[in-house]
């Protein structure tokens, strides 16, 4: 570092009488260094608030110890396939048949099989409806709104599950609850019979595919409306109504 000149004034004598003032400076110094304001530190994010995650409600609730309670509350991780029509779902699916040959185990835990691994999303009719003593709204899907059925309209079934206990789909599977009786305009159906919707609803769902080992095909469903196959779109994850 070089010393600063100290500032000062001298007094000096003029030619021809009278005096004048010499203003003396200090020289810049050569080592000073500039300071630049160094920009503010970044501000770490600031933490996102979990899901909200309410208690579920006696009548939401799927008792963790119903047959494969542990496939019907949880959600495949894979992809979820392009929009089809249902029509295109159900040629897709393996053969009744083979699927009975796999021995699928009725225990709550038993969790899904690699032919179930697929997330679909469809769009069909909403051509019935019931609630099941195990929460779930057990709902009848047809390819085409006709009510002719001798024309051949395929059926499936989706279940808007009963909610677990708690685990990472539950907000999902709550969420699809409120779409549901939200497009019914809250009027649940009920648990005595099958509330049919004449005409028939247009719906897009999706949600992860199942095949119901405890009944067969033909079985499940009222009377004309009972789906040809035991796949079932279970749990259904979004329900939207409309074309």
């Given at each position: 570092?070089g ?5 000062g004034?001298?007094?000096l004598?003029?030619?021809g ?10 020289a810049?110094?050569?080592?000073a260094t500039?300071?630049?304001?160094a ?19 006696p ?17 495949s991780?894979?992809?979820m396939?392009?929009t ?19 021995h ?7 969790g899904?099989?690699?032919?179930e691994?697929r ?5 069909a ?24 059925l ?12 009963g ?12 969420k699809a609850?409120?779409q ?7 009027k649940?159906?009920?648990r ?6 004449n ?10 595919l ?7 095909a ?18 259904v ?7």
């Open positions: 570092m010393k600063a000149m100290v500032v004034v001298v007094l004598a003029a030619a009488g009278g005096y004048y003032y010499l203003h003396r400076s200090p810049p110094s050569m080592s500039a300071t630049v304001a920009p503010p530190a970044a501000q770490p994010p600031a933490p996102s608030s979990p899901t909200p995650t309410g208690p579920v409600a009548e939401e609730a799927f008792a963790p110890t119903h047959d494969r309670a542990a496939a019907k509350t949880s959600v991780k894979a992809a396939e392009p089809v029509p249902l029509a295109t779902v159900l040629g897709s699916l393996v053969p009744d048949a083979t699927m009975h040959k796999l699928i185990s009725k225990a709550s835990t038993s899904r099989v690699k032919e691994d997330n679909v999303t469809v769009t009719y909403l051509w019935a409806s019931k609630e099941e003593d195990d929460n779930d709204f057990h709902c009848i899907l047809g390819g085409t709104a006709d009510p002719v001798h024309t051949g309209t395929l059926f499936m079934t989706a279940e808007v599950s909610l677990p206990p708690g685990g990472a789909d539950l907000e999902v599977l709550r609850r409120e549901f009786l939200a497009g019914l305009h809250g649940a159906p009920g005595k019979g099958y509330t049919r919707f005409p028939p609803l247009a719906v897009t769902v999706s949600g992860s199942f095949f119901d080992v405890d009944h067969p033909g079985e499940v469903g009222p009377t004309g409306l009972k789906p040809r196959t035991a796949w079932e779109i279970h749990p994850t979004a329900i939207t109504f409309g074309p």
